[in-house]
């Protein structure tokens, strides 16, 4: 096996440790077991998600969209008259140039929707410029017919993007990942690098949504 194999089957161990199954035979855990304890499974799942990184990047761990950015402040002192003021500092509505969208990594593996803003945003200066949101892109989605609304019936019922049939045919996929809280197995939306090709080349709707 190459590294990204090797790093790619230790992740997997990862998960279904997290997921309280030992990983070589495939049985459940004992609720007794060292490795059941909630701070390891914990650590199990923020290392399974640094390894998901260094899959998705090529072998790099990026930093996040707020440490590539440095934050403007939220408001600006001004003086008028001899009294202070502070003026709410807004921000300009998310946008792209085709440069930007150019330098936008690319996952050659699946990743969930948040992987991606955080790829998008990285990219544009999010001190001076709103982030591209989920909200937004979720809205584009459906209102286009990729995405239909559901509900996962799991210990904390929550709702969730199926992809439509023809979402699937772009590279939209649902996956089965633990759940971050509970340690379910959970199907979760997952964008191919040809969703997320598709996404970018339509950036330019799903950032007018927001606006």
């Given at each position: 096996?190459?590294?990204?194999?090797?790093?790619?089957?230790?992740?997997?161990?990862?998960?279904?440790?997290?997921?309280?199954?030992?990983?070589?035979?495939?049985?459940?855990?004992?609720?007794?077991?060292?490795?059941?304890?909630?701070?390891?499974?914990?650590?199990?799942?923020?290392?399974?998600?640094?390894?998901?990184?260094?899959?998705?990047?090529?072998?790099?761990?990026?930093?996040?969209?707020?440490?590539?950015?440095?934050?403007?402040?939220?408001?600006?002192?001004?003086?008028?008259?001899?009294?202070?003021?502070?003026?709410?500092?807004?921000?300009?509505?998310?946008?792209?140039?085709?440069?930007?969208?150019?330098e936008v990594l690319i996952s050659r593996l699946p990743i969930t929707p948040n992987e991606f803003l955080k790829n998008v945003n990285r990219t544009v200066n999010t001190a001076d410029m709103?982030?591209?949101?989920?909200?937004?892109?979720?809205?584009?989605?459906?209102?286009?017919?990729?995405?239909?609304?559901?509900?996962?019936?799991?210990?904390?019922?929550?709702?969730?993007?199926?992809?439509?049939?023809?979402?699937?045919?772009?590279?939209?996929?649902?996956?089965?990942?633990?759940?971050?809280?509970?340690?379910?197995?959970?199907?979760?939306?997952?964008?191919?690098?040809?969703?997320?090709?598709?996404?970018?080349?339509?950036?330019?709707?799903?950032?007018?949504?927001?606006?």
């Amino acid at each position: 096996m190459n590294k990204f194999q090797v790093i790619e089957h230790a992740k997997n161990y990862l998960d279904m440790l997290a997921a309280g199954t030992d990983p070589i035979s495939k049985e459940l855990i004992p609720d007794d077991s060292v490795v059941s304890k909630p701070q390891l499974k914990k650590c199990f799942q923020f290392v399974s998600a640094v390894l998901q990184e260094v899959l998705q990047n090529n072998g790099l761990v990026l930093p996040d969209a707020e440490d590539a950015n440095t934050q403007a402040p939220a408001t600006v002192p001004v003086t008028v008259n001899g009294s202070n003021y502070e003026l709410v500092r807004k921000k300009a509505a998310f946008c792209m140039t085709q440069e930007q969208k150019n330098e936008v990594l690319i996952s050659r593996l699946p990743i969930t929707p948040n992987e991606f803003l955080k790829n998008v945003n990285r990219t544009v200066n999010t001190a001076d410029m709103e982030k591209l949101s989920i909200k937004s892109v979720n809205a584009w989605l459906k209102s286009n017919g990729y995405i239909a609304e559901g509900k996962m019936p799991t210990v904390i019922n929550k709702t969730v993007w199926n992809p439509t049939r023809l979402a699937q045919q772009i590279g939209f996929i649902e996956m089965d990942v633990p759940d971050a809280n509970t340690g379910e197995m959970k199907q979760q939306l997952m964008y191919s690098s040809q969703a997320q090709q598709f996404l970018l080349a339509h950036m330019e709707e799903i950032a007018a949504v927001g606006k």
